[in-house]
């Protein structure tokens, strides 16, 4: 049973106030919302329960014996050289380096690349605690010029600066109320398009990434070097459509700048262009316009996904999904915006998941099959086959290169490779591929472990593909420890990455390690991504489920000593599976999650979201979210099964104060509604497993958070895991 508890002692859970006249009736359902005032992260009531939350958490992680262990472990083991695929720009190379335990990665460049590398940007001289992180960065045609965007405590906003490359000089140019938005130089290197949001109202903000207000009405400007940010051009907008998402990028050749829009999440967008040369005296004399962009509107419907590749002049290569669920390349010409043709046809089994234009009449592409990369050389006029590039089992990660470079770098991983950097010389007959650098972990020995694939049949016959790690000596008797991990949904793909982390616990808590690939990811494709959204998000759970199932009936571990784990959408995946089905699990990690699937909509960019999970405000789509939403579904197991002595398994929900992504009000209104419904509510409650939550300061989504914080979080959440598993320190 996943319900005998491992922890001994009774926990005194803090009393939260309930707000019983909070009902809000959405399509004739009355449905209370008693701790509505969480919502609220400036409060001091709310403050309040944070801090009696952090410290009921740090007691029960004092007696986590294994946590001094795991911390020390994972530092000696995350001490450990990481590099960056190189990219070039005008006659220099860049990329990033962390010596091992540097809270943030070092931007580095040199003049060739045997040439002598110096610090260009070092992002841990901007904060002493190491908070401050890069978050994007973009080099001028010329490499003359360095735009940069910092993000503070891991929230999306972000602040972008000008650094003079030559002389290390940083320009006066500051960029506020930044927010998912690239920066694509001009070729004249005179300045560059970005996208923001309009800065809030005087006083409505009063530390960045802690507001819950939605993000509307997103603009593009063009900055010009050298000028305020009050002189920008304002591009484009589109206050008729305020939750549209705008990125505008400048081609290859520098003759046009696409206008890339989206709505919500979905791989769909519209796709506009400008020829920049039709501008009489260039961007200056936009500037008295007081105009828009007269963009012209190549797609103009949200129906399927375009992703510029290359283009020769009028002609242009795009990635699309457009009657192609596997994805394909395809091919227009400007002049003829109705006359579509096949480059690269879809593939019946494998997904094309990336496109690059090389070596001038190249493409580098990328394909998904069955969770594992395959990467090809093709020709770029006729999509034809030219090269398999030989790679392991894994993921490539970046493919650095542009149309004008002969040679690639590309980076590669798996679940027991630390990581690789391939260079890839394309100037010869058959490519010639060698390492260019190899990350090493002094003390992981890659014999030890083994990882495998199988496929376990879902609740509705659907074969769902999962990775399994574990030591090669494992006896399959249902003793170990095992850490389920999945997130299924967006379209992402979970394909295998090394994690310093999971390989501690795999040797020295002697858990399996294992990732289920279950639908709404992108592992095969849009339909796998629509089988498991909107009406069909059930399906996630189902396969998950699934996933735990096989784990215990082919003996590698049993419902006690089984932990799931998931992050933002993986963590709605966690609340909901905790609630369907409590007897399976021993212990629960999620992180950051979507909770409260009435309300997400109306925080931040959760408007976005409605694409993948539906809206509240629509009496369809609702009946879908009530059903599974994590805050509106917790029961007491005990009830339900009255002849079986069920409960919750032990739950840790991970937010941040600075996660304006996933709002931290998710966590901390479920947090309070489990510990009222299973514990305080009752004289001698059955539910004795903790229920708690570990709330980090100064940290976001997860994006740009110091090593130092990686690592205490890893150590707390695992060493909970362990004890809650009772899972035993092997040295």
């Not at 020829?275 to 012209?296: A, H, K, T």
Request: aromatic residues 12%; proline residues 5%.
């Amino acid at each position: 049973m996943g319900s005998l508890s491992a922890f001994h002692q009774r926990i005194q859970y803090p009393n939260a106030r309930r707000d019983d006249s909070v009902i809000d009736d959405f399509h004739g359902v009355k449905i209370p919302d008693p701790y509505r005032w969480l919502e609220n992260p400036d409060a001091e009531e709310v403050q309040e329960f944070v801090q009696k939350q952090v410290h009921l958490t740090d007691s029960v992680l004092q007696t986590c014996d294994t946590r001094t262990k795991l911390a020390e472990k994972l530092t000696k083991l995350f001490d450990h050289p990481r590099y960056s695929a190189p990219f070039r720009r005008g006659n220099k190379y860049f990329y990033f380096h962390n010596t091992g335990l540097q809270p943030q990665s070092v931007l580095y460049v040199q003049d060739s690349l045997e040439g002598e590398a110096e610090v260009l940007l070092d992002p841990n001289a901007l904060s002493e605690d190491g908070t401050v992180s890069l978050s994007r960065c973009s080099v001028s045609k010329d490499a003359k010029f360095l735009a940069y965007g910092l993000s503070s405590s891991g929230s999306d906003w972000v602040t972008i600066k000008v650094m003079r490359i030559q002389d290390k000089h940083v320009e006066p140019d500051t960029l506020s109320w930044v927010k998912f938005s690239s920066i694509s130089w001009t070729h004249d290197s005179k300045g560059f398009f970005y996208s923001r949001y309009p800065a809030p109202k005087d006083g409505e903000v009063v530390d960045a990434g802690t507001e819950t207000n939605a993000n509307l009405y997103h603009e593009v400007y063009y900055h010009f070097l050298g000028t305020d940010q009050s002189e920008d051009i304002l591009c484009w907008k589109d206050p008729e459509n305020p939750k549209y998402m705008f990125q505008a990028s400048v081609t290859d050749d520098g003759k046009y700048v696409l206008l890339h829009i989206e709505e919500g999440c979905d791989p769909v967008n519209k796709l506009y262009y400008f020829d920049l040369s039709e501008l009489p005296s260039g961007l200056e004399g936009f500037r008295n316009e007081n105009s828009l962009f007269p963009f012209v509107k190549l797609i103009d419907k949200f129906e399927a996904q375009y992703l510029a590749v290359a283009n020769d002049d009028t002609v242009f290569t795009f990635i699309t999904n457009e009657d192609a669920p596997k994805y394909k390349l395809v091919r227009v010409d400007l002049k003829e915006p109705n006359a579509w043709t096949d480059v690269i046809q879809e593939s019946e089994k494998d997904v094309l998941k990336s496109a690059f234009a090389v070596n001038g009449n190249q493409l580098i592409v990328s394909y998904l099959s069955d969770v594992k990369y395959v990467l090809q050389v093709r020709d770029l006029e006729t999509g034809s086959l030219q090269h398999q590039l030989p790679i392991d089992i894994g993921t490539v990660g970046e493919i650095s290169a542009r149309r004008e470079d002969s040679v690639v770098f590309i980076s590669f991983t798996s679940f027991l490779t630390p990581g690789i950097i391939y260079q890839c010389d394309l100037r010869t007959q058959i490519p010639d591929m060698k390492i260019f650098h190899e990350t090493v972990v002094s003390g992981f020995d890659r014999s030890e472990f083994h990882a495998n694939q199988v496929f376990v049949p879902s609740k509705d016959g659907t074969k769902i593909p999962m990775f399994i790690v574990a030591r090669k000596d494992i006896i399959l008797d249902g003793s170990h420890p095992c850490l389920l991990y999945g997130y299924g949904g967006f379209d992402i793909s979970l394909t295998p990455y090394f994690s310093v982390s999971r390989l501690v616990l795999a040797r020295h808590l002697g858990s399996v390690f294992c990732i289920a690939n279950i639908r709404g990811g992108g592992e095969y494709g849009e339909e796998w991504h629509k089988a498991g959204s909107l009406a069909k998000k059930q399906n996630c759970f189902d396969d998950f489920i699934s996933a735990a199932e096989y784990l215990v009936s082919a003996g590698y571990t049993q419902p006690r000593k089984l932990c799931i784990e998931g992050g933002s959408n993986g963590g709605l995946l966690v609340g909901a599976c905790i609630n369907q089905r409590p007897d399976l699990f021993g212990c629960a990690l999620a992180h950051v999650g979507v909770m409260d699937m009435l309300r997400f909509h109306k925080f931040t960019i959760g408007h976005a979201w409605t694409s993948e999970f539906g809206c509240s405000d629509k009496e369809e789509e609702f009946h879908w979210l009530i059903k599974y939403s994590p805050l509106h579904n917790v029961r007491r197991p005990w009830e339900q099964h009255p002849d079986r002595p069920i409960q919750y398994p032990s739950t840790m929900l991970l937010t941040a104060d600075h996660d304006d992504r996933v709002v931290p009000l998710h966590s901390l209104k479920l947090l309070a509604t489990m510990q009222y419904a299973l514990v305080t509510s009752l004289d001698k409650s059955p539910q004795t497993n903790p229920i708690i939550g570990r709330i980090e300061c100064k940290a976001g989504h997860g994006a740009g958070r110091p090593t130092q914080k990686l690592i205490d979080e890893a150590a707390d959440r695992y060493s909970f895991m362990a004890k809650m598993l009772d899972a035993y320190w092997i040295e």
